[in-house]
């Protein structure tokens, strides 16, 4: 682990930035998202399903479903 130095993004030290703002900027794409575990891992089908209603992300979840 490092233990001095600084991340910069965009030649700004992050040590500067507002952690919640910088969030608005970045996202997550994992290649293997298998490997991250999302959820409980004992969520029932109704739940899941209830979750992407919830958050707007049902479309795009049953686009992605398996068939």
């Known amino acids: 682990m490092p233990t001095e130095g600084d991340v ?22 994992p290649q293997k998202f298998t490997h991250l575990p999302f959820g409980q891992g004992d969520t029932s089908d109704a739940a899941l399903h209830a979750a992407c209603e919830a958050s707007g992300a049902a479309e795009m979840c049953r686009a992605c479903a398996p068939a």
């Not at 910069?8 to 794409?29: C, I, K, N, Q, R």
Request: charged content about 20%; glycine content about 4%; hydrophobic content about 50%.
């Open 8 to 29: 910069a993004w965009d030649h700004a030290s992050t040590a500067d930035f507002d952690p919640w703002g910088s969030w608005e900027h970045v996202a997550l794409v």
